[in-house]
């Protein structure tokens, strides 16, 4: 996929990228995508494309992943949240719809937390971490099963990011993905939240899901048959369809 434009979002001593997918808006509704541990925008391409085809979206690429520089030390899940709060104010962005995916859930959870007037609703992708497997080796056998589950090209585009962010930054970045307690954040979440699971993704459980949602004080599941842990790879016009639904509902009845 060709981007439009890739630039730099420096706030603090860190730096962004933000990518916008080509036939996207400035008009219209926006999106800003966030990924997961360990890898980059690439996964998002195909639904990038398809969101693009309603109004602009931004696919971020977080401090330390992807072709972002890397900080001396992985961010927190709150600096992340920051950073991202920063680059919608100062794009200017009227009420932003945030997708996250896995860790990106955290993060897009954690800038609603922080900054609850920038955003009309959220949207989680496979959300991590279950409170029922927080240890690296629980994590790292469920990332095995999916990779059997999921379609060669999706793990073809998450294990070329896993080489290009390196064993070590991945080692350093998963305390900080272990640490943050979703169950904690969700029942503080004042944003209607769309929670989005395949039904084959050995990471995001189901009933990991269905207590997300009654965490959440207004939230939605949606399972997408046959999709694993990367459902918008697999699965990108049903996840375009949902995130594009929950928008309207958040956005509120037309003015006669």
């Known amino acids: 996929m060709h981007w439009r434009t890739v630039h730099e979002f420096r706030h603090e001593d860190r730096t962004m990228l933000v990518k916008r997918p080509e036939g996207d808006?400035?008009?219209?509704?926006?999106?800003?995508?966030?990924?997961?541990?360990?890898?980059?925008?690439?996964?998002?391409?195909?639904l990038a494309r398809v969101l693009a085809?309603?109004?602009?979206?931004h696919v971020v690429e977080l401090p330390g992943f992807g072709g972002?520089?890397?900080p001396d030390t992985p961010l927190s899940v709150e600096d992340h949240a920051a950073t991202l709060n920063a680059y919608v104010r100062q794009a200017g962005l009227d009420r932003p719809v945030l997708v996250g995916h896995s860790m990106g859930v955290q993060v897009v959870v954690e800038a609603a937390l922080q900054e609850?007037?920038?955003?009309?609703?959220?949207?989680?992708?496979?959300?991590?971490?279950?409170?029922?497997?927080?240890?690296?080796w629980r994590q790292a056998a469920r990332l095995g099963l999916d990779t059997l589950r999921e379609p060669p090209l999706a793990?073809?585009?998450?294990l070329r990011d896993y080489v290009r962010t390196g064993p070590r930054w991945y080692l350093r970045t998963l305390p900080?993905?272990?640490?943050?307690?979703?169950?904690e954040a969700l029942p503080?979440?004042?944003?209607?939240?769309?929670?989005l699971r395949g039904t084959r993704d050995p990471?995001?459980?189901?009933?990991?899901?269905?207590?997300m949602q009654r965490l959440a004080p207004d939230a939605r599941l949606v399972t997408l048959d046959r999709a694993a842990h990367v459902a918008m790879y697999s699965r990108p016009d049903d996840v375009a369809e949902e995130i594009l639904a929950q928008a309207r509902v958040a956005a509120g009845p037309l003015s006669p």
Do not use: K
């Open 53 to 57: 085809n309603t109004g602009g979206v």
């Open 155 to 158: 793990n073809y585009a998450v």
């Open 68 to 70: 972002a520089p890397r």
């Open 25 to 46: 808006s400035d008009t219209g509704q926006q999106f800003v995508l966030v990924h997961g541990i360990g890898v980059s925008s690439r996964y998002y391409t195909r």
């Open 188 to 195: 503080r979440l004042r944003a209607p939240l769309l929670l």
């Open 176 to 183: 900080i993905m272990l640490g943050y307690r979703l169950e």
């Open 116 to 136: 609850p007037a920038l955003y009309p609703c959220v949207v989680g992708i496979g959300g991590v971490v279950d409170p029922s497997a927080r240890t690296a």
């Open 203 to 211: 990471i995001a459980t189901q009933s990991w899901a269905e207590q």
